[in-house]
Nanobody
């Protein structure tokens, strides 16, 4: 049974930082990509960043480039999203997902339960 468990969300002031973690278990993920998505109230779920587990290739949506960094720890089977220079518009529920390398929701087969990130102005 595949499990993705996010942690690290919270309330932070604009300009601050948070690091999200996603612990993966239940199968071998070496052939997968791990993605982060977010969903704000009343909006569709949107792509944030992805990393290919095998070679560490990464891809980001334009709005977070230079501020967010996705990384992985192969030993801990954990993916991270380091978020710096946070803005109020980054406020959303952040989801971890496992699937094919890409930026669309349908590329991912497994999803975590989400963690809330709130950025105050």
């Amino acid at each position: 049974q595949v499990q993705l468990v996010e942690s690290g969300g919270g309330l932070v002031q604009a300009g601050g930082s948070l690091r999200l973690s996603c612990a993966a278990s239940g199968r071998t993920f070496s052939s997968y990509a791990m993605g982060w998505f977010r969903q704000a109230p009343g909006k569709e779920r949107e792509f944030v960043a992805t990393i290919r587990w095998s070679d560490g290739s990464t891809y980001y949506t334009d709005s977070v480039k230079g501020r967010f960094t996705i990384s992985r720890d192969n030993v801990k089977n954990t993916v991270y999203l380091q978020m710096n220079s946070l803005k109020p518009e980054d406020t959303a529920v952040y989801y971890c997902a496992a699937g094919r390398y890409g930026s669309v929701v349908r590329a991912y087969d497994y999803w975590g339960q989400g963690t809330q990130v709130t950025v105050s102005s």
